[in-house]
């Protein structure tokens, strides 16, 4: 009895530490229209604001949990949750777009610590792989209730307060976190982990600085101008450094080898591709609730949570059901409802009903995600021993904000291009050029002109809706690849997975005696 109550404590506390990071980011998305007014943001700042914290979580996680192992997952838990706990506090007092970046930069790099360090406690609790697979599914709701309580959190205090209230309100949470980390978590390393692989860890920051700088400045450079052709081909250059450095490294950052496992690789593009779905599919929705159906953000935040509820409740569903039909049948199914989804929103009329239409659309996206997310992530965790649960998690957790960065990049900037181009068509000689290129710029700017100029408020929204509608195609186009890719490649029940060697050097100091 004294394990199974240290377990539930240690999995409680996980999951505080997992709903701050993700009311981080859902908290911000439903402030970004309000960003957009107040700091006068335009759609380039604010795909900075939402992947400045995305961008460092993706291109650090994999090197905290690595680190996590070796010099203790408590510790690295404890000092994330400060770290993150401070820099909320930080973007709470500035006032300025490019200062509340750096903020956001700070407390993406606290994720980093944070998030793999979850999942690896988990594993090092749960070694049974039904008790682990149910762990994972609670780990998934809370994601969930993260998702949903921070459109919901941030509205009401956006109706009540200023927009630095999302960010103070992160502090007490933190705080909780960091507490109840100090009272239950266990220590738990592998002293036998590597020293950190500098060179492996550099060229990935760069990969990933270059990559994303590229699509989020694409709108304005041109997509095929010289800035952006550069940009990518530097980023396809850094890939095949990182790889090469990687594979002849005598302790890589990432062990390129674990892809040959198709519970490894074919889980981890399924896990890239939904978040990649759900960053993007938050960074419009927020605006399209707010610019085009003239919500104001508490009615935004609750608008939201049928895609929230369904996340959770199939995630541990999803969880019952790997173990028992197979990861293959569970995640394929999650990816076609996913990508389903995204097409019938692609489809959507400007003045659809939000209870018969946008209802269904978005609990079938929230089923296909959580389907798809706690099977995924159990089998990449089944990959390496407890002992090396940190860089197992890590992976999960990078490919997660990689996802989620590129989405966000990606469709932000895709929108914004359609958006712009259509927008310019619609309004030409219509407006003062200084006020058409500020209304390109930012769909708040537009949403403004339009309370002053008439004609504008009609072309601004249907300008969204084009836009909007391209992404959705690109998302659910995606998502069906993922779906046939999952169906292919990822193992049945049948499957017999290769031999490893266990590594038996795992302290588990503490859980036991919890």
Same mark, same amino acid.
């Given at each position: 009895?004294?394990?199974?109550?240290?377990?539930?404590?240690?999995?409680?506390?996980?999951?505080?530490?997992?709903?701050? $990071?993700?009311?981080?980011?859902?908290?911000?998305?439903? !402030?970004?229209?309000?960003?957009?007014?107040?700091?006068?943001?335009?759609?380039?700042? @604010?795909?900075?604001?939402?992947?400045?914290?995305?961008?460092?979580?993706?291109?650090?996680?994999?090197? !905290?949990?690595?680190?996590?192992?070796?010099?203790?997952?408590?510790?690295?838990?404890?000092?994330?949750?400060?770290?993150?706990?401070?820099?909320?506090?930080?973007?709470?007092?500035?006032?300025?777009?490019?200062? @509340?970046?750096?903020?956001?930069?700070?407390?993406?790099?606290?994720?980093?610590?944070?998030?793999?360090?979850?999942?690896?406690?988990?594993?090092?609790?749960?070694?049974?792989?039904?008790?682990?697979?149910?762990?994972?599914? $609670?780990?998934?709701?809370?994601?969930?209730?993260?998702?949903?309580?921070?459109?919901?959190?941030?509205?009401?205090?956006?109706?009540?307060?200023?927009?630095?209230?999302?960010?103070?309100?992160?502090?007490?949470?933190?705080?909780?976190?960091?507490?109840?980390?100090?009272?239950?978590?266990?220590?738990?390393?592998?002293?036998?982990?590597?020293?950190?692989?500098?060179?492996?860890?550099? +060229?990935?920051?760069?990969?990933?600085?270059?990559?994303?700088?590229?699509?989020? /400045?694409?709108?304005? &450079?041109?997509?095929?101008?010289?800035?952006?052709?550069?940009?990518?081909?530097?980023?396809?250059?850094?890939?095949?450094?990182?790889?090469?450095?990687?594979?002849?490294?005598?302790?890589?950052?990432?062990?390129?080898? @674990?892809?040959?496992?198709?519970?490894?690789?074919?889980?981890?593009?399924?896990?890239?591709?939904?978040?990649?779905?759900?960053?993007?599919?938050?960074?419009?929705?927020?605006?399209?609730?707010?610019?085009?159906?003239?919500?104001?953000?508490?009615?935004?935040?609750?608008?939201? *949570?049928?895609?929230? =509820?369904? $996340?959770?409740?199939?995630?541990?569903?999803?969880?019952?059901?790997?173990?028992?039909?197979?990861?293959?049948?569970?995640?394929?199914?999650?990816?076609?409802?996913?990508?389903?989804?995204?097409?019938?929103?692609?489809?959507?009329?400007?003045?659809?009903?939000?209870?018969?239409?946008?209802?269904?659309?978005?609990? @079938?996206?929230?089923?296909?995600?959580?389907? $798809?997310?706690?099977?995924?992530?159990?089998?990449?965790?089944?990959?390496?021993?407890?002992?090396?649960?940190?860089?197992?998690?890590?992976?999960?957790?990078?490919?997660? /904000?990689?996802?989620?960065?590129?989405?966000?990049?990606?469709?932000?900037?895709?929108?914004?291009?359609?958006?712009? &181009?259509?927008? +310019?068509?619609?309004?030409?000689?219509?407006?003062?050029?200084?006020?058409?290129?500020?209304? /390109?710029?930012?769909?708040?700017?537009?949403?403004?002109?339009?309370?002053? +100029?008439?004609?504008?408020? !009609?072309?601004?929204?249907?300008?969204?809706?084009?836009?909007?509608?391209?992404?959705? +195609?690109?998302?659910?186009?995606?998502?069906?690849?993922?779906?046939?890719?999952?169906?292919?490649? *990822?193992?049945?029940?049948?499957?017999?997975?290769?031999?490893?060697?266990?590594?038996?050097?795992?302290?588990?100091?503490?859980? !036991? =005696?919890?």
């Amino acid at each position: 009895m004294p394990l199974v109550r240290s377990r539930s404590a240690i999995l409680a506390t996980v999951c505080v530490a997992v709903l701050a $990071i993700n009311l981080n980011t859902t908290i911000v998305n439903i !402030a970004l229209p309000t960003l957009a007014r107040d700091l006068d943001a335009g759609t380039r700042d @604010l795909l900075w604001i939402v992947d400045g914290y995305n961008l460092s979580f993706a291109a650090l996680v994999l090197a !905290a949990g690595s680190l996590s192992d070796r010099f203790g997952r408590r510790p690295a838990l404890v000092l994330g949750l400060l770290g993150f706990g401070l820099a909320s506090l930080a973007a709470a007092l500035v006032d300025t777009s490019g200062a @509340l970046v750096a903020t956001r930069f700070a407390a993406g790099v606290c994720a980093a610590v944070i998030f793999p360090t979850t999942l690896s406690v988990i594993a090092n609790a749960y070694p049974d792989r039904r008790q682990r697979a149910a762990a994972l599914g $609670i780990w998934g709701a809370a994601t969930g209730i993260g998702v949903a309580a921070g459109p919901v959190a941030g509205g009401w205090l956006l109706q009540h307060f200023a927009w630095q209230s999302v960010f103070w309100a992160m502090v007490p949470v933190a705080a909780v976190a960091l507490a109840m980390a100090l009272a239950f978590v266990p220590e738990s390393r592998d002293p036998g982990v590597p020293p950190l692989d500098r060179p492996g860890l550099l +060229v990935s920051v760069a990969l990933l600085g270059v990559l994303t700088w590229t699509i989020i /400045e694409a709108p304005e &450079a041109g997509w095929a101008g010289t800035q952006t052709v550069v940009g990518f081909a530097a980023s396809i250059v850094l890939l095949g450094v990182f790889l090469r450095v990687e594979r002849s490294a005598e302790h890589p950052m990432l062990d390129v080898s @674990l892809f040959r496992d198709r519970r490894f690789s074919a889980a981890a593009t399924a896990v890239t591709i939904s978040f990649f779905a759900l960053f993007g599919f938050i960074f419009l929705i927020t605006q399209f609730f707010q610019f085009v159906r003239d919500y104001d953000a508490l009615e935004t935040g609750l608008r939201i *949570l049928p895609v929230a =509820a369904s $996340i959770a409740l199939s995630s541990i569903l999803g969880g019952v059901l790997a173990p028992r039909i197979g990861t293959k049948l569970v995640v394929t199914a999650g990816m076609a409802l996913l990508g389903s989804a995204f097409l019938w929103i692609s489809a959507m009329e400007i003045d659809a009903p939000y209870a018969s239409v946008i209802v269904g659309q978005m609990l @079938l996206m929230g089923t296909g995600l959580g389907l $798809i997310s706690t099977p995924a992530t159990e089998s990449i965790m089944q990959v390496l021993p407890p002992a090396r649960a940190g860089v197992g998690s890590a992976v999960n957790d990078a490919t997660r /904000e990689l996802g989620g960065t590129l989405g966000v990049a990606v469709v932000g900037s895709l929108f914004s291009s359609v958006y712009g &181009a259509r927008l +310019v068509e619609l309004l030409e000689g219509s407006l003062p050029s200084s006020q058409l290129v500020a209304a /390109e710029d930012s769909v708040g700017v537009a949403d403004a002109i339009g309370a002053q +100029v008439p004609g504008v408020t !009609a072309a601004m929204e249907e300008a969204f809706m084009a836009g909007l509608g391209t992404a959705c +195609v690109v998302i659910g186009l995606l998502c069906l690849v993922g779906a046939a890719f999952s169906l292919v490649a *990822l193992p049945g029940n049948g499957f017999v997975p290769p031999r490893r060697e266990e590594d038996p050097a795992v302290d588990r100091v503490g859980l !036991a =005696a919890g």
